[in-house]
């Protein structure tokens, strides 16, 4: 099974097995990993499953598409080049090595 | 002794009151009730990906099992609160415990309105509250052919959305002229209308269901004037009354849900309420203002928050920026703020490629956004709302002008509430 890794606030990492078809979004709720809030559960309406992708991070992503892209420019912490929205970030069953920060804040 | 922290009521606003609190620094007991036997989950999915099939089961719930362990919340399933002695500071559940509480909160939302007419409690009819009523719901489509969806707002619309794409023909009965006619601008309303008859589902406006009829192969729904829908399945969404037995019985503030301040303080010092069931003179409405309950997650999450400070002993009025959205076919709508009262309004995008936003302003200020598939106009329109920022009607008329840079020049101001 992929593994995702989750960098939390405090800089420890986490390291997930995630089912494929499973968002980074849902692997965190379901697993705890603290940060992430997702008060819209996933469908695009609250940018509150924000996510940095690490430069250490070896997974081939495609790129936002442009809702995400847009819905990114709500985040409450930093917008950077490597922000992502978890929940637009599903887990492939070839997909390796993939490293996501949580940001500082999410509301 | 550390203050023991009960919350009646395991949704949204229970939850997150829980998870606020603990996070914040409360460092007693907290016993989340709930009178269902699942774990608190997402309800916006049960209209729409559930209903379809798109959205497992097993993704609802709002946070993993470890979750209440980590955070000491003792969540109870399954029980119900009798009443509340205010002078003992206990409640009294359905198998005669009682729990001692320093801090309580009201949690407790909402149940449907029923439908009052002859034949209203028929099999065939169906309603969108809760898991148990999706699980029916749902068994109910697999064999349904026509349905028939008694309210034209958002549980109605959705329900017909996704039964529409689940292949049963669908009639909306509304008794007003307009679909979310109390909840959304007549503009909004004619647009939505549009998508569902573009969809294939009859709308019949202005109509009122007088009663329902057994017939052989399900159902004939009459309505008042004289029209008789035959149909195998009967969606009932028309509303929802707050769930107020509780406060009342023990003598809190109630008049139309548990009357709150700003901080989410009821009558009673030591309680607190928050979500569908609270009512609250919010804080966009002119002074004077009557108390008014806002149905939606961002409202119980919001709410929520504050309670728990106000439990913690500190003052953080709820400040937050309504939100909401609801999708609908390929219609993302997302909503910030509130339009009642709008004097005036600007279009930005496109209406006949069905993406773009709507600016309402009351008295020359910005009040509310609607966005159709425009969900960057939805997050800049509330930042904007948080910020106060003004904004006239011509800047949003101005072809040339960028929502976004205008937005972020007030970069760095928090927005929406804290996490």
């Not at chain 1, 099974?1 to 606030?9: A, D, E, K, Q, S």
């Not at chain 2, 068994?139 to 026509?146: F, G, S, W």
């Not at chain 2, 509304?174 to 679909?179: G, I, L, M, N, Y």
């Not at chain 2, 030591?270 to 108390?291: E, H, K, N, T």
Request: proline letters at 4%.
């Amino acid at each position: 099974m992929p593994i995702v890794t989750y960098i939390l606030r405090d800089g420890k990492r986490t390291e997930i097995e995630v089912p494929a078809g499973t968002s980074v979004m849902e692997a965190a709720i379901h697993n705890n990993v603290r940060g992430i809030e997702a008060e819209c559960g996933g469908c695009l309406s609250c940018a509150t499953c924000h996510v940095y992708i690490d430069p250490s991070s070896t997974a081939e992503l495609s790129a936002p598409d442009d809702a995400e892209e847009e819905l990114l420019e709500g985040v409450a912490a930093e917008r950077r080049p490597e922000s992502r929205l978890s929940c637009q970030l599903v887990v492939a069953s070839t997909m390796s090595g993939l490293v996501v920060r949580i940001p500082e804040k999410q509301g | 002794m550390k203050p023991r922290l009960v919350i009646v009521g395991a949704s949204y606003a229970g939850l997150q009151l829980a998870a606020s609190a603990r996070g914040s620094g409360h460092d007693g007991d907290i016993v989340l009730i709930g009178d269902e036997p699942h774990a608190p989950y997402q309800r916006p999915p049960l209209s729409k990906g559930f209903l379809t099939g798109s959205f497992a089961e097993e993704r609802l719930p709002l946070r993993s099992p470890a979750f209440y362990g980590e955070m000491q919340i003792q969540w109870m399933p399954s029980t119900r609160a009798l009443r509340i002695d205010r002078e003992r500071k206990e409640i009294e559940l359905h198998d005669g415990a009682r729990l001692a509480y320093d801090h309580l909160a009201l949690t407790t939302g909402a149940r449907v309105r029923k439908l009052d007419c002859k034949g209203a409690s028929h099999d065939a009819v169906h309603y969108l509250r809760d898991l148990r009523d999706a699980r029916r719901l749902v068994e109910r489509t697999q064999t349904a052919r026509r349905a028939v969806v008694v309210g034209g707002g958002y549980i109605g619309l959705e329900a017909a959305a996704s039964l529409r794409q689940k292949g049963i023909d669908v009639t909306v009965v509304e008794t007003e002229a307009r679909v979310l006619a109390r909840v959304a601008s007549p503009s909004i309303s004619v647009i939505m209308q549009r998508a569902h008859t573009r969809h294939g589902v009859s709308l019949a406006l202005g109509r009122k269901v007088v009663a329902i009829h057994d017939v052989a192969d399900g159902v004939a729904v009459e309505l008042d004037d004289g029209a008789r829908l035959s149909c195998d399945l009967v969606v009932v969404g028309i509303g929802v009354l707050p769930n107020t037995e509780l406060a009342a019985g023990c003598g809190l503030d109630v008049a139309g849900g548990i009357v709150v301040d700003a901080c989410a303080r009821t009558s009673d010092p030591s309680i607190v309420a928050a979500g569908d069931c609270a009512a609250f003179v919010p804080y966009w409405a002119p002074a004077g203002s009557a108390a008014c309950r806002i149905e939606s997650v961002q409202n119980a999450n919001d709410m929520a928050r504050t309670a728990a400070a106000s439990v913690l002993g500190r003052s953080e009025p709820y400040r937050a920026v309504p939100w909401f959205w609801s999708d609908q076919y390929d219609l993302k709508l997302q909503m910030a703020g509130v339009n009642t009262g709008f004097t005036d309004f600007a279009v930005r995008g496109s209406i006949d490629e069905g993406k773009f936003s709507l600016f309402y302003f009351r008295d020359d200020r910005l009040v509310a956004v609607d966005s159709i598939n425009r969900p960057q106009d939805h997050m800049l329109a509330r930042k904007l709302l948080s910020t106060g920022t003004r904004l006239s009607v011509e800047d949003v008329n101005d072809p040339g002008f960028d929502l976004k840079a205008f937005a972020n020049r007030d970069a760095g101001v928090a927005h929406g509430a804290a996490s």
